[in-house]
Protein backbone atom coordinates (compact mmCIF):
# COMPACT_ATOMS: atom_id res chain seq x y z
CA UNK A 1 0.00 0.00 0.00
CA UNK A 2 1.17 3.16 -0.52
CA UNK A 3 0.24 6.94 0.10
CA UNK A 4 -1.96 7.12 -2.97
CA UNK A 5 -3.84 4.15 -2.29
CA UNK A 6 -7.58 4.98 -0.97
CA UNK A 7 -7.74 5.97 2.21
CA UNK A 8 -10.62 4.00 4.24
CA UNK A 9 -12.52 5.28 7.05
CA UNK A 10 -13.70 2.68 9.40
CA UNK A 11 -16.27 2.46 12.83
CA UNK A 12 -14.92 0.33 15.60
CA UNK A 13 -16.92 -2.13 17.34
CA UNK A 14 -19.38 0.25 19.93
CA UNK A 15 -17.24 -0.31 23.25
CA UNK A 16 -19.90 0.96 25.64
CA UNK A 17 -23.40 -0.89 26.42
CA UNK A 18 -25.78 1.36 25.06
CA UNK A 19 -29.86 -0.16 24.48
CA UNK A 20 -30.79 -1.59 21.63
CA UNK A 21 -32.74 1.30 20.41
CA UNK A 22 -29.94 3.73 20.92
CA UNK A 23 -27.67 1.16 19.42
CA UNK A 24 -30.30 0.80 16.03
CA UNK A 25 -30.99 4.58 15.66
CA UNK A 26 -26.87 4.97 15.52
CA UNK A 27 -26.42 2.40 13.11
CA UNK A 28 -28.83 3.46 10.96
CA UNK A 29 -27.91 7.24 11.06
CA UNK A 30 -24.25 5.39 10.03
CA UNK A 31 -25.80 3.58 7.63
CA UNK A 32 -27.31 6.56 6.08
CA UNK A 33 -25.11 9.24 6.32
CA UNK A 34 -21.50 8.33 7.45
CA UNK A 35 -19.00 8.91 5.11
CA UNK A 36 -17.42 5.67 6.18
CA UNK A 37 -16.51 2.33 4.43
CA UNK A 38 -16.14 -0.44 6.67
CA UNK A 39 -17.95 -0.86 9.70
CA UNK A 40 -17.29 -3.27 13.12
CA UNK A 41 -20.07 -4.64 14.97
CA UNK A 42 -19.83 -6.89 17.64
CA UNK A 43 -18.99 -6.97 22.15
CA UNK A 44 -15.24 -6.93 22.77
CA UNK A 45 -16.21 -5.77 26.43
CA UNK A 46 -18.16 -7.82 28.19
CA UNK A 47 -20.39 -11.22 27.41
CA UNK A 48 -22.97 -10.69 29.77
CA UNK A 49 -24.59 -7.29 27.43
CA UNK A 50 -24.60 -9.23 24.38
CA UNK A 51 -28.11 -9.72 24.48
CA UNK A 52 -28.92 -6.57 24.42
CA UNK A 53 -27.62 -6.03 20.68
CA UNK A 54 -29.02 -9.26 19.27
CA UNK A 55 -32.35 -8.43 18.78
CA UNK A 56 -31.55 -5.56 15.89
CA UNK A 57 -28.11 -7.16 15.05
CA UNK A 58 -29.46 -8.84 11.29
CA UNK A 59 -31.38 -5.25 10.51
CA UNK A 60 -28.26 -3.12 11.25
CA UNK A 61 -25.76 -5.44 9.06
CA UNK A 62 -28.52 -5.48 6.31
CA UNK A 63 -28.75 -1.78 6.49
CA UNK A 64 -25.18 -0.98 6.63
CA UNK A 65 -24.27 -3.42 3.52
CA UNK A 66 -27.22 -2.00 1.81
CA UNK A 67 -25.20 1.05 2.07
CA UNK A 68 -22.19 -0.65 0.48
CA UNK A 69 -20.19 -0.69 3.67
CA UNK A 70 -18.29 -3.28 4.62
CA UNK A 71 -19.08 -5.30 8.53
CA UNK A 72 -16.75 -7.03 10.15
CA UNK A 73 -17.74 -8.56 13.17
CA UNK A 74 -15.52 -7.67 16.41
CA UNK A 75 -15.43 -10.51 19.04
CA UNK A 76 -14.32 -10.41 23.08
CA UNK A 77 -11.02 -9.30 23.72
CA UNK A 78 -10.99 -11.46 27.28
CA UNK A 79 -12.32 -14.82 26.61
CA UNK A 80 -12.84 -16.63 29.83
CA UNK A 81 -15.84 -19.04 29.13
CA UNK A 82 -16.67 -21.84 27.42
CA UNK A 83 -20.13 -19.90 25.88
CA UNK A 84 -17.81 -17.20 25.35
CA UNK A 85 -15.64 -19.55 23.14
CA UNK A 86 -18.78 -20.82 21.74
CA UNK A 87 -19.79 -17.15 20.54
CA UNK A 88 -16.60 -16.81 18.66
CA UNK A 89 -16.72 -20.38 16.94
CA UNK A 90 -20.39 -19.33 15.76
CA UNK A 91 -19.09 -16.14 13.92
CA UNK A 92 -15.86 -17.63 12.87
CA UNK A 93 -18.67 -20.25 10.92
CA UNK A 94 -20.67 -17.25 9.12
CA UNK A 95 -20.18 -14.97 5.78
CA UNK A 96 -18.58 -12.12 7.37
CA UNK A 97 -15.15 -11.50 7.87
CA UNK A 98 -14.37 -11.35 11.57
CA UNK A 99 -12.01 -9.53 14.16
CA UNK A 100 -10.47 -11.54 16.53
CA UNK A 101 -9.58 -9.80 19.65
CA UNK A 102 -8.12 -12.65 21.92
CA UNK A 103 -5.65 -15.34 20.23
CA UNK A 104 -8.91 -17.77 20.87
CA UNK A 105 -10.06 -15.96 17.63
CA UNK A 106 -7.16 -17.10 15.68
CA UNK A 107 -7.55 -20.23 16.77
CA UNK A 108 -11.42 -20.26 16.14
CA UNK A 109 -10.45 -18.74 12.82
CA UNK A 110 -7.89 -21.12 11.17
CA UNK A 111 -8.33 -21.44 7.55
CA UNK A 112 -10.03 -18.07 6.90
CA UNK A 113 -9.27 -14.50 6.09
CA UNK A 114 -9.66 -12.73 9.15
CA UNK A 115 -8.41 -9.47 11.30
CA UNK A 116 -6.20 -8.90 14.13
CA UNK A 117 -8.01 -6.96 16.53
CA UNK A 118 -6.18 -4.02 18.43
CA UNK A 119 -6.19 -6.13 21.37
CA UNK A 120 -3.72 -8.77 20.60
CA UNK A 121 -0.58 -7.95 20.50
CA UNK A 122 1.36 -7.25 17.06
CA UNK A 123 4.42 -5.29 18.16
CA UNK A 124 6.67 -6.47 15.62
CA UNK A 125 7.57 -7.88 12.11
CA UNK A 126 7.81 -11.22 13.79
CA UNK A 127 4.28 -11.42 15.66
CA UNK A 128 3.18 -9.47 11.80
CA UNK A 129 4.45 -12.39 9.98
CA UNK A 130 3.35 -15.56 12.19
CA UNK A 131 -0.56 -14.22 11.75
CA UNK A 132 -0.35 -13.59 7.78
CA UNK A 133 0.67 -17.16 7.68
CA UNK A 134 -2.32 -18.15 9.62
CA UNK A 135 -4.86 -16.01 7.18
CA UNK A 136 -4.46 -12.16 8.51
CA UNK A 137 -5.83 -9.83 5.92
CA UNK A 138 -6.19 -6.92 8.03
CA UNK A 139 -3.96 -5.83 11.51
CA UNK A 140 -5.20 -3.54 13.50
CA UNK A 141 -2.28 -2.06 15.73
CA UNK A 142 -2.44 -1.75 19.28
CA UNK A 143 -3.05 1.58 20.69
CA UNK A 144 0.40 1.84 21.98
CA UNK A 145 2.20 1.88 19.21
CA UNK A 146 4.74 4.32 18.33
CA UNK A 147 4.83 5.74 14.87
CA UNK A 148 8.19 4.60 14.15
CA UNK A 149 6.79 1.19 15.07
CA UNK A 150 3.71 1.50 13.15
CA UNK A 151 5.97 2.37 10.06
CA UNK A 152 8.24 -0.67 9.87
CA UNK A 153 5.18 -3.14 10.68
CA UNK A 154 3.21 -2.04 8.27
CA UNK A 155 5.48 0.04 5.77
CA UNK A 156 6.02 -1.70 2.47
CA UNK A 157 3.97 -4.81 3.90
CA UNK A 158 1.48 -5.06 0.80
CA UNK A 159 0.29 -8.90 2.23
CA UNK A 160 -2.13 -7.31 4.12
CA UNK A 161 -3.77 -3.71 5.62
CA UNK A 162 -3.09 -1.98 8.16
CA UNK A 163 -5.41 -0.18 10.87
CA UNK A 164 -5.10 2.55 13.24
CA UNK A 165 -7.53 4.02 15.82
CA UNK A 166 -7.49 7.74 14.66
CA UNK A 167 -10.42 9.15 17.04
CA UNK A 168 -12.10 8.36 19.99
CA UNK A 169 -10.88 6.84 23.79
CA UNK A 170 -8.17 4.43 23.61
CA UNK A 171 -8.85 1.16 25.65
CA UNK A 172 -6.02 0.20 28.25
CA UNK A 173 -7.00 -2.74 29.35
CA UNK A 174 -9.11 -5.00 29.86
CA UNK A 175 -9.68 -7.31 33.18
CA UNK A 176 -12.29 -9.88 34.70
CA UNK A 177 -13.17 -7.89 37.22
CA UNK A 178 -15.80 -5.28 36.51
CA UNK A 179 -15.29 -1.95 37.77
CA UNK A 180 -18.00 -0.18 36.98
CA UNK A 181 -19.78 -2.61 39.43
CA UNK A 182 -17.10 -1.57 41.79
CA UNK A 183 -17.78 2.11 42.11
CA UNK A 184 -21.28 0.52 42.74
CA UNK A 185 -20.58 -1.82 44.85
CA UNK A 186 -21.55 -4.59 43.07
CA UNK A 187 -19.54 -7.57 41.84
CA UNK A 188 -19.34 -8.66 38.36
CA UNK A 189 -21.95 -11.58 39.16
CA UNK A 190 -24.10 -9.33 40.46
CA UNK A 191 -23.91 -6.10 38.07
CA UNK A 192 -27.32 -5.51 36.89
CA UNK A 193 -25.52 -4.36 34.24
CA UNK A 194 -24.74 -0.97 35.52
CA UNK A 195 -22.40 -0.05 32.78
CA UNK A 196 -25.30 0.89 30.72
CA UNK A 197 -25.87 3.70 32.51
CA UNK A 198 -22.73 5.62 31.29
CA UNK A 199 -22.95 6.12 27.46
CA UNK A 200 -19.76 7.77 27.10
CA UNK A 201 -18.04 5.62 30.05
CA UNK A 202 -17.73 6.77 33.88
CA UNK A 203 -14.95 9.15 34.68
CA UNK A 204 -12.73 8.57 37.41
CA UNK A 205 -10.60 10.91 38.51
CA UNK A 206 -6.88 11.26 40.66
CA UNK A 207 -7.66 11.96 44.28
CA UNK A 208 -6.42 15.52 43.74
CA UNK A 209 -9.00 16.32 41.21
CA UNK A 210 -7.52 15.69 37.03
CA UNK A 211 -9.85 13.64 35.08
CA UNK A 212 -7.49 11.03 34.06
CA UNK A 213 -9.36 7.68 33.02
CA UNK A 214 -12.81 6.50 31.79
CA UNK A 215 -14.44 2.92 33.23
CA UNK A 216 -16.65 1.14 31.17
CA UNK A 217 -17.32 -2.27 32.99
CA UNK A 218 -14.27 -4.54 32.46
CA UNK A 219 -12.82 -2.00 30.69
CA UNK A 220 -10.13 1.01 31.24
CA UNK A 221 -9.92 4.07 28.57
CA UNK A 222 -8.31 6.74 28.48
CA UNK A 223 -9.74 9.69 29.31
CA UNK A 224 -9.46 12.40 26.66
CA UNK A 225 -9.85 11.54 23.13
CA UNK A 226 -7.39 10.16 20.96
CA UNK A 227 -7.40 12.66 17.86
CA UNK A 228 -4.68 11.82 15.23
CA UNK A 229 -5.74 14.81 12.30
CA UNK A 230 -2.59 16.27 11.42
CA UNK A 231 -0.67 12.75 11.34
CA UNK A 232 -3.17 11.08 9.12
CA UNK A 233 -0.68 12.14 6.11
CA UNK A 234 2.58 10.90 8.11
CA UNK A 235 0.32 7.80 8.85
CA UNK A 236 -0.18 6.77 5.39
CA UNK A 237 2.89 7.13 4.38
CA UNK A 238 3.75 4.45 6.49
CA UNK A 239 1.45 2.12 5.01
CA UNK A 240 -1.33 2.45 7.05
CA UNK A 241 -4.70 2.26 4.75
CA UNK A 242 -7.91 2.25 7.44
CA UNK A 243 -9.23 4.99 9.85
CA UNK A 244 -10.77 3.47 13.11
CA UNK A 245 -13.06 6.17 14.75
CA UNK A 246 -14.09 4.59 17.69
CA UNK A 247 -18.05 5.33 18.61
CA UNK A 248 -18.41 7.99 21.42
CA UNK A 249 -21.30 9.40 22.61
CA UNK A 250 -21.63 12.41 20.04
CA UNK A 251 -22.53 12.92 16.50
CA UNK A 252 -19.71 10.37 15.18
CA UNK A 253 -21.22 11.22 11.50
CA UNK A 254 -19.92 14.74 12.03
CA UNK A 255 -16.70 13.36 13.32
CA UNK A 256 -16.76 10.64 10.40
CA UNK A 257 -17.13 13.45 7.85
CA UNK A 258 -14.24 16.17 9.32
CA UNK A 259 -11.69 12.96 8.61
CA UNK A 260 -12.83 12.05 5.53
CA UNK A 261 -12.50 15.62 4.54
CA UNK A 262 -8.83 15.60 5.95
CA UNK A 263 -8.12 12.59 4.40
CA UNK A 264 -9.54 13.58 0.91
CA UNK A 265 -7.25 16.82 0.85
CA UNK A 266 -10.58 19.02 1.37
CA UNK A 267 -9.86 20.22 5.24
CA UNK A 268 -6.30 20.87 6.64
CA UNK A 269 -6.08 18.85 9.43
CA UNK A 270 -6.27 22.47 11.89
CA UNK A 271 -9.43 23.64 10.63
CA UNK A 272 -10.69 19.92 11.48
CA UNK A 273 -9.44 20.23 14.41
CA UNK A 274 -11.13 23.25 15.79
CA UNK A 275 -14.39 21.98 14.44
CA UNK A 276 -13.99 18.22 16.18
CA UNK A 277 -13.38 20.74 19.09
CA UNK A 278 -16.89 21.92 18.92
CA UNK A 279 -18.37 18.20 18.55
CA UNK A 280 -16.37 16.77 21.83
CA UNK A 281 -17.10 19.60 24.37
CA UNK A 282 -14.35 19.61 27.31
CA UNK A 283 -12.74 16.36 26.96
CA UNK A 284 -9.09 17.08 26.46
CA UNK A 285 -7.44 15.46 23.00
CA UNK A 286 -4.28 13.00 23.01
CA UNK A 287 -1.84 11.74 20.89
CA UNK A 288 0.89 10.69 23.09
CA UNK A 289 1.15 6.98 22.57
CA UNK A 290 1.92 7.34 18.68
CA UNK A 291 4.41 10.24 19.31
CA UNK A 292 6.25 7.85 21.82
CA UNK A 293 5.61 9.56 24.81
CA UNK A 294 3.09 8.97 27.44
CA UNK A 295 -0.37 7.95 26.55
CA UNK A 296 -2.22 10.59 27.57
CA UNK A 297 0.17 13.35 26.33
CA UNK A 298 -0.59 16.14 23.51
CA UNK A 299 1.58 17.18 20.76
CA UNK A 300 0.94 19.45 17.63
CA UNK A 301 2.03 17.75 14.99
CA UNK B 1 10.87 -38.85 49.23
CA UNK B 2 7.30 -38.31 48.91
CA UNK B 3 6.17 -37.74 45.53
CA UNK B 4 5.77 -34.00 44.08
CA UNK B 5 2.61 -32.76 45.26
CA UNK B 6 3.03 -29.46 43.03
CA UNK B 7 6.02 -28.41 41.66
CA UNK B 8 7.18 -25.18 43.44
CA UNK B 9 8.80 -22.35 40.97
CA UNK B 10 10.63 -19.58 42.81
CA UNK B 11 11.50 -16.34 41.74
CA UNK B 12 15.19 -15.66 41.59
CA UNK B 13 16.07 -11.49 40.57
CA UNK B 14 19.33 -12.24 41.73
CA UNK B 15 21.92 -14.27 41.63
CA UNK B 16 22.16 -14.32 45.51
CA UNK B 17 18.03 -15.19 45.36
CA UNK B 18 18.57 -17.61 43.40
CA UNK B 19 20.84 -19.42 45.85
CA UNK B 20 17.80 -18.44 48.45
CA UNK B 21 15.32 -20.23 46.70
CA UNK B 22 17.63 -23.29 45.84
CA UNK B 23 18.33 -23.49 49.42
CA UNK B 24 14.94 -22.66 50.80
CA UNK B 25 13.59 -25.95 48.96
CA UNK B 26 12.28 -24.43 45.28
CA UNK B 27 11.97 -27.23 43.03
CA UNK B 28 12.08 -24.36 39.83
CA UNK B 29 13.81 -20.84 39.55
CA UNK B 30 13.19 -18.65 37.19
CA UNK B 31 15.06 -15.90 36.24
CA UNK B 32 15.82 -12.99 33.39
CA UNK B 33 18.42 -11.48 31.34
CA UNK B 34 19.31 -7.90 32.73
CA UNK B 35 17.47 -5.76 30.01
CA UNK B 36 14.15 -4.99 28.23
CA UNK B 37 13.70 -8.95 27.31
CA UNK B 38 11.93 -9.57 30.59
CA UNK B 39 9.28 -8.18 32.58
CA UNK B 40 10.61 -7.05 35.72
CA UNK B 41 13.47 -5.09 34.01
CA UNK B 42 14.44 -2.78 37.33
CA UNK B 43 17.75 -1.62 38.62
CA UNK B 44 19.57 -4.01 40.32
CA UNK B 45 18.13 -7.00 39.05
CA UNK B 46 18.39 -10.15 36.73
CA UNK B 47 21.37 -12.34 35.43
CA UNK B 48 23.94 -12.09 32.55
CA UNK B 49 25.07 -14.89 30.80
CA UNK B 50 28.05 -15.70 33.13
CA UNK B 51 25.76 -15.52 36.04
CA UNK B 52 22.89 -17.74 34.45
CA UNK B 53 25.40 -19.96 33.70
CA UNK B 54 26.96 -20.08 37.25
CA UNK B 55 23.48 -19.60 38.84
CA UNK B 56 22.14 -23.24 36.82
CA UNK B 57 25.12 -24.95 37.70
CA UNK B 58 24.44 -24.23 41.48
CA UNK B 59 20.68 -25.03 40.69
CA UNK B 60 21.39 -28.35 38.39
CA UNK B 61 23.63 -29.35 41.26
CA UNK B 62 20.68 -29.54 43.97
CA UNK B 63 18.40 -30.88 41.34
CA UNK B 64 16.67 -27.84 41.23
CA UNK B 65 15.69 -26.62 37.46
CA UNK B 66 16.08 -23.30 35.92
CA UNK B 67 13.27 -21.56 33.82
CA UNK B 68 14.81 -17.84 31.78
CA UNK B 69 11.90 -15.70 31.01
CA UNK B 70 12.21 -13.38 27.84
CA UNK B 71 8.23 -12.29 27.96
CA UNK B 72 8.32 -9.01 26.77
CA UNK B 73 7.29 -7.74 23.72
CA UNK B 74 10.09 -6.68 21.00
CA UNK B 75 9.38 -3.09 19.57
CA UNK B 76 9.36 -3.05 15.33
CA UNK B 77 12.83 -2.91 14.19
CA UNK B 78 15.00 -4.37 17.14
CA UNK B 79 13.92 -8.04 17.90
CA UNK B 80 17.43 -9.07 17.77
CA UNK B 81 17.98 -8.57 21.62
CA UNK B 82 15.35 -11.34 22.46
CA UNK B 83 16.92 -13.51 19.54
CA UNK B 84 20.32 -13.42 21.34
CA UNK B 85 18.28 -13.67 25.27
CA UNK B 86 16.98 -16.77 24.08
CA UNK B 87 19.96 -18.24 22.40
CA UNK B 88 21.74 -17.31 25.21
CA UNK B 89 19.88 -19.26 28.04
CA UNK B 90 19.75 -22.43 25.32
CA UNK B 91 23.48 -21.90 25.66
CA UNK B 92 23.86 -21.60 28.83
CA UNK B 93 21.65 -24.74 29.54
CA UNK B 94 18.15 -23.50 30.64
CA UNK B 95 15.37 -25.99 31.11
CA UNK B 96 13.04 -23.61 29.45
CA UNK B 97 12.27 -20.53 28.45
CA UNK B 98 9.49 -18.46 29.34
CA UNK B 99 7.96 -16.50 26.57
CA UNK B 100 5.09 -14.75 25.03
CA UNK B 101 5.29 -12.49 21.82
CA UNK B 102 3.92 -14.24 18.74
CA UNK B 103 7.15 -13.85 16.78
CA UNK B 104 9.81 -14.68 19.17
CA UNK B 105 7.77 -17.98 20.19
CA UNK B 106 8.41 -18.65 16.72
CA UNK B 107 11.87 -17.86 16.54
CA UNK B 108 12.41 -20.34 19.96
CA UNK B 109 10.37 -23.22 17.56
CA UNK B 110 12.63 -22.45 14.37
CA UNK B 111 15.81 -21.88 15.92
CA UNK B 112 16.24 -24.46 19.08
CA UNK B 113 13.19 -26.80 19.24
CA UNK B 114 14.46 -28.83 21.80
CA UNK B 115 14.72 -25.73 23.97
CA UNK B 116 11.66 -26.58 25.93
CA UNK B 117 8.99 -23.70 26.20
CA UNK B 118 6.68 -22.56 28.62
CA UNK B 119 3.87 -19.37 27.87
CA UNK B 120 3.93 -16.34 29.95
CA UNK B 121 1.35 -15.16 31.36
CA UNK B 122 2.04 -11.88 29.58
CA UNK B 123 0.57 -14.15 26.81
CA UNK B 124 -2.71 -13.43 28.62
CA UNK B 125 -4.19 -16.93 27.66
CA UNK B 126 -6.81 -17.56 29.39
CA UNK B 127 -9.05 -20.15 27.50
CA UNK B 128 -8.85 -23.54 25.74
CA UNK B 129 -8.44 -22.53 22.92
CA UNK B 130 -5.75 -19.78 23.06
CA UNK B 131 -3.71 -22.58 25.02
CA UNK B 132 -4.47 -25.13 22.15
CA UNK B 133 -2.78 -22.61 19.52
CA UNK B 134 -0.18 -21.97 21.58
CA UNK B 135 0.45 -25.55 22.26
CA UNK B 136 0.13 -26.62 18.53
CA UNK B 137 2.07 -24.02 16.76
CA UNK B 138 4.88 -23.57 19.01
CA UNK B 139 4.96 -26.92 20.81
CA UNK B 140 4.38 -24.75 24.42
CA UNK B 141 4.83 -27.56 27.29
CA UNK B 142 3.26 -25.33 30.12
CA UNK B 143 0.62 -22.55 29.79
CA UNK B 144 1.33 -20.25 33.16
CA UNK B 145 -2.60 -19.00 33.73
CA UNK B 146 -3.77 -15.75 34.02
CA UNK B 147 -4.60 -14.48 37.93
CA UNK B 148 -8.09 -13.79 36.54
CA UNK B 149 -9.21 -17.71 36.61
CA UNK B 150 -11.66 -19.60 39.36
CA UNK B 151 -10.03 -22.83 40.55
CA UNK B 152 -13.38 -24.45 38.50
CA UNK B 153 -12.05 -22.60 35.28
CA UNK B 154 -8.88 -23.54 35.96
CA UNK B 155 -9.84 -26.79 36.39
CA UNK B 156 -11.43 -26.71 32.91
CA UNK B 157 -8.66 -25.61 31.18
CA UNK B 158 -6.69 -28.43 32.69
CA UNK B 159 -8.95 -31.10 31.39
CA UNK B 160 -9.60 -29.46 27.69
CA UNK B 161 -6.15 -28.70 26.60
CA UNK B 162 -4.36 -31.64 28.45
CA UNK B 163 -1.35 -29.39 28.98
CA UNK B 164 0.86 -28.57 32.33
CA UNK B 165 -0.38 -25.35 33.87
CA UNK B 166 1.87 -23.31 36.36
CA UNK B 167 -0.87 -20.84 38.56
CA UNK B 168 0.26 -18.02 40.78
CA UNK B 169 0.14 -18.81 44.25
CA UNK B 170 2.06 -15.90 45.85
CA UNK B 171 2.48 -12.15 45.10
CA UNK B 172 0.37 -9.23 43.91
CA UNK B 173 -3.39 -9.94 42.71
CA UNK B 174 -3.11 -8.45 39.13
CA UNK B 175 -6.48 -7.27 38.48
CA UNK B 176 -5.49 -6.39 34.39
CA UNK B 177 -5.22 -9.15 31.76
CA UNK B 178 -1.27 -9.00 31.27
CA UNK B 179 0.65 -8.59 28.73
CA UNK B 180 -2.03 -6.19 27.40
CA UNK B 181 -2.51 -3.33 29.76
CA UNK B 182 -1.48 0.11 28.65
CA UNK B 183 -2.21 1.94 31.78
CA UNK B 184 1.73 2.24 32.84
CA UNK B 185 2.63 3.43 29.64
CA UNK B 186 -0.46 6.15 29.48
CA UNK B 187 1.11 7.76 32.67
CA UNK B 188 4.85 7.38 31.85
CA UNK B 189 5.33 6.79 28.03
CA UNK B 190 7.45 3.62 29.33
CA UNK B 191 5.90 0.31 28.02
CA UNK B 192 5.76 -2.76 30.65
CA UNK B 193 5.24 -4.92 27.60
CA UNK B 194 7.99 -3.47 25.11
CA UNK B 195 10.20 -2.32 28.24
CA UNK B 196 9.73 -5.09 31.21
CA UNK B 197 8.96 -2.33 33.49
CA UNK B 198 5.17 -1.60 34.97
CA UNK B 199 5.80 2.03 37.15
CA UNK B 200 9.39 2.93 36.58
CA UNK B 201 11.08 3.74 39.56
CA UNK B 202 12.15 6.41 37.63
CA UNK B 203 8.69 8.05 36.85
CA UNK B 204 7.69 7.74 40.88
CA UNK B 205 7.60 10.70 43.11
CA UNK B 206 6.37 11.23 46.90
CA UNK B 207 5.12 14.70 47.40
CA UNK B 208 4.18 16.47 50.50
CA UNK B 209 1.48 18.24 50.55
CA UNK B 210 -0.66 19.78 53.31
CA UNK B 211 0.54 17.34 55.83
CA UNK B 212 -0.24 14.60 53.87
CA UNK B 213 1.73 12.86 51.54
CA UNK B 214 1.04 12.18 47.95
CA UNK B 215 2.53 9.47 45.69
CA UNK B 216 2.72 10.12 41.76
CA UNK B 217 3.66 8.24 38.61
CA UNK B 218 4.26 10.34 36.11
CA UNK B 219 2.97 14.09 36.79
CA UNK B 220 -0.50 12.08 38.08
CA UNK B 221 -1.03 11.35 41.73
CA UNK B 222 -2.08 7.78 42.70
CA UNK B 223 -3.00 7.90 46.05
CA UNK B 224 -2.07 10.03 49.46
CA UNK B 225 -1.45 8.83 52.95
CA UNK B 226 -1.54 10.64 56.30
CA UNK B 227 1.64 11.58 58.61
CA UNK B 228 3.17 8.67 59.94
CA UNK B 229 1.29 6.22 57.29
CA UNK B 230 3.46 3.59 54.87
CA UNK B 231 3.16 5.03 51.45
CA UNK B 232 2.33 2.31 49.19
CA UNK B 233 4.15 2.57 45.55
CA UNK B 234 2.27 3.58 42.82
CA UNK B 235 0.70 1.39 40.65
CA UNK B 236 -1.95 2.55 38.56
CA UNK B 237 -3.91 -0.34 39.13
CA UNK B 238 -3.70 -0.37 42.93
CA UNK B 239 -4.12 3.54 43.19
CA UNK B 240 -7.41 5.16 44.83
CA UNK B 241 -9.77 6.73 41.90
CA UNK B 242 -12.74 9.28 42.73
CA UNK B 243 -15.94 8.13 40.92
CA UNK B 244 -19.30 9.58 42.08
CA UNK B 245 -17.44 11.94 44.70
CA UNK B 246 -15.94 8.87 46.43
CA UNK B 247 -12.44 7.92 46.52
CA UNK B 248 -11.45 4.13 46.95
CA UNK B 249 -9.18 1.26 45.49
CA UNK B 250 -11.19 1.42 42.26
CA UNK B 251 -9.26 -1.61 40.58
CA UNK B 252 -7.59 -3.59 43.89
CA UNK B 253 -6.91 -2.75 47.27
CA UNK B 254 -3.25 -3.17 48.12
CA UNK B 255 -3.98 -6.82 49.28
CA UNK B 256 -1.54 -9.63 48.30
CA UNK B 257 -2.51 -12.95 46.94
CA UNK B 258 -1.70 -15.97 48.93
CA UNK B 259 -3.00 -19.55 48.52
CA UNK B 260 -0.98 -21.51 50.83
CA UNK B 261 -4.32 -22.52 52.18
CA UNK B 262 -5.79 -23.77 48.83
CA UNK B 263 -3.01 -26.01 47.92
CA UNK B 264 -5.36 -29.01 47.68
CA UNK B 265 -7.53 -27.25 45.45
CA UNK B 266 -5.14 -26.15 43.04
CA UNK B 267 -3.87 -29.82 43.17
CA UNK B 268 -7.79 -31.19 42.61
CA UNK B 269 -8.16 -28.79 39.58
CA UNK B 270 -5.14 -30.20 38.02
CA UNK B 271 -2.41 -27.92 38.52
CA UNK B 272 1.20 -28.70 37.96
CA UNK B 273 3.06 -26.15 39.31
CA UNK B 274 2.49 -23.47 41.57
CA UNK B 275 4.33 -19.72 40.74
CA UNK B 276 5.80 -17.57 43.70
CA UNK B 277 5.77 -14.26 42.23
CA UNK B 278 8.63 -11.40 43.65
CA UNK B 279 11.95 -11.30 41.39
CA UNK B 280 12.17 -7.66 42.88
CA UNK B 281 11.64 -9.27 46.56
CA UNK B 282 14.66 -9.32 49.38
CA UNK B 283 16.63 -12.90 49.60
CA UNK B 284 14.66 -12.70 52.75
CA UNK B 285 11.67 -12.75 51.39
CA UNK B 286 12.53 -15.23 49.03
CA UNK B 287 13.71 -17.50 52.12
CA UNK B 288 10.46 -17.27 54.17
CA UNK B 289 7.90 -17.78 51.21
CA UNK B 290 10.19 -20.23 49.36
CA UNK B 291 10.62 -22.24 52.74
CA UNK B 292 6.83 -22.14 54.36
CA UNK B 293 5.30 -23.13 50.61
CA UNK B 294 8.25 -26.21 50.85
CA UNK B 295 6.70 -27.17 54.29
CA UNK B 296 3.53 -27.29 53.02
CA UNK B 297 3.62 -28.89 50.38
CA UNK B 298 5.85 -31.68 51.95
CA UNK B 299 3.41 -32.27 54.81
CA UNK B 300 0.58 -32.67 52.12
CA UNK B 301 2.56 -35.46 49.93
CA UNK B 302 2.92 -36.94 53.22
CA UNK B 303 -0.83 -36.71 53.80
CA UNK B 304 -0.47 -34.61 56.95
CA UNK B 305 -1.83 -31.65 57.68
CA UNK B 306 0.69 -28.36 57.19
CA UNK B 307 1.91 -26.16 59.37
CA UNK B 308 0.51 -22.45 60.30
CA UNK B 309 2.09 -20.29 57.99
CA UNK B 310 2.82 -16.70 58.91
CA UNK B 311 3.85 -15.47 55.58
CA UNK B 312 0.72 -12.33 56.02
CA UNK B 313 3.55 -9.91 57.20
CA UNK B 314 5.30 -10.40 53.53
CA UNK B 315 1.92 -9.87 51.51
CA UNK B 316 1.13 -6.40 50.22
CA UNK B 317 -0.14 -4.33 52.77
CA UNK B 318 -0.46 -6.74 55.08
CA UNK B 319 -3.54 -8.26 54.00
CA UNK B 320 -4.10 -11.17 51.72
CA UNK B 321 -6.72 -12.96 49.59
CA UNK B 322 -7.36 -15.98 47.83
CA UNK B 323 -7.98 -13.15 44.77
CA UNK B 324 -9.95 -14.89 41.58
CA UNK B 325 -9.40 -18.26 42.70
CA UNK B 326 -12.84 -17.95 44.64
CA UNK B 327 -15.44 -16.38 42.46
CA UNK B 328 -16.59 -13.43 45.02
CA UNK B 329 -13.65 -11.30 44.06
CA UNK B 330 -14.90 -10.20 40.73
Redesign the interface.
Known amino acids: MNAHSPARLTLGPLLFHWSARKRRDFYLRIADEAPIDTVYLGEVVCSKRDSEFAGVRVEVIERLRAAGKEVVLSTL ?6 A ?2 EA ?1 RAVAGGDLLVEAN ?3 G ?3 LAGRPFVVGP ?1 I ?11 LGRGAVRIVL ?4 PA ?3 A ?2 AGGDARAEYEVQVFGR ?1 P ?8 HA ?2 HDR ?3 HCQLVCGLDADG ?9 D ?2 T ?1 NGTQ ?1 L ?1 HGHAVLLAELESLRAAGVRHFRLSPQDLDMVAVAGLYREVLDGRCAPDAALAALRALTGEVPFIN ?2 LH ?6 WTNA | MSPRYLELVCPAGTPAALHAAVDAGADTVYCGFRDCTNARNYPGLNFDADELREGIAYAHGRGCHVLVAVNTFPPAGNQAPWHRAIDTAADAGADAVILADLGVLDYATRRHPGLRRHLSVQASAANAPSIAFYRDHFGVKRVVLPRVLSVEEVAELVAATGIETEVFAFGSVGPMSEGRCFLSSYLTGLSPTSEGACAPASHVSYVEQDGRMLSRLGGTTLNCFGRGEPAAYPTPCKGRYVTHGRASYLFEEPIGLNAIKILPELKAAGVTALKIEGRQRSRAYVTQVVGDFRKALDALARGTTPPASGLKGETEGGRETFGAYHRGWR
Open positions: ALVTTPEVIDVAVQLYNVFNEGARDFLPVEMKSIVVQLSVAMRCYRATKDLTARTIDGSILITTGFGREGLA
